[in-house]
């Protein structure tokens, strides 16, 4: 067990670097670089997951507010969308990124919906959205900028 990775983790992680740059594998310490490496890929994942809580949050807000709650779809409804933008720019980046992680959005996408249902009805006031308990939106229609829930399919 390495005490520097414990005590300095930016110097372990320097010292890992530059022992596997000269080729010196028996002095890596391997059982935290693999819990290093699982980490990274779990952090690739849940910025996915978390991007897309807030993609979704925010659709289900301009959803919800086109069709039941106008006065706040005039007053919020720009910012949102601008959030829906922002966010769909960034899961873009994320998804060239790591295009591995493009298997996971259909799945990801549904549960970042559980958690925006709440998010969402909490920052309308409500107590529960007049929503499906599923994503009605596919998930590419999801990541589509040109996308808008309140919007009549063309």
């Not at 106008?70 to 966010?87: F, K, M």
């Not at 790591?98 to 009805?121: G, H, I, K, W």
């Amino acid at each position: 067990m390495s005490i520097r990775y414990e005590t300095d983790w930016y110097a372990w992680v320097h010292e890992q670097a530059a022992r596997l740059a000269a080729g010196d594998f028996a002095a890596l310490d391997l059982d935290h670089l693999v819990e290093e490496l699982e980490l990274m890929a779990d952090s690739a994942r849940g910025e996915l997951v978390n991007r897309l809580i807030v993609l979704l949050t925010h659709l289900l807000k301009l959803h919800v507010a086109h069709q039941h709650l106008p006065s706040d779809y005039q007053r919020a409804g720009r910012g949102w969308r601008l959030t829906c933008s922002t966010q769909r720019r960034r899961l873009a980046l994320v998804l060239r990124r790591n295009p591995s992680l493009r298997r996971f959005v259909s799945t990801d996408v549904q549960d970042a919906y559980d958690v925006a249902l709440l998010e969402a009805a909490q920052a309308l006031g409500l107590e529960a959205l007049p929503m499906p308990p599923t994503c009605p939106w596919k998930p590419e229609d999801v990541l589509d900028a040109d996308f808008w829930p309140e919007e009549p399919p063309a």
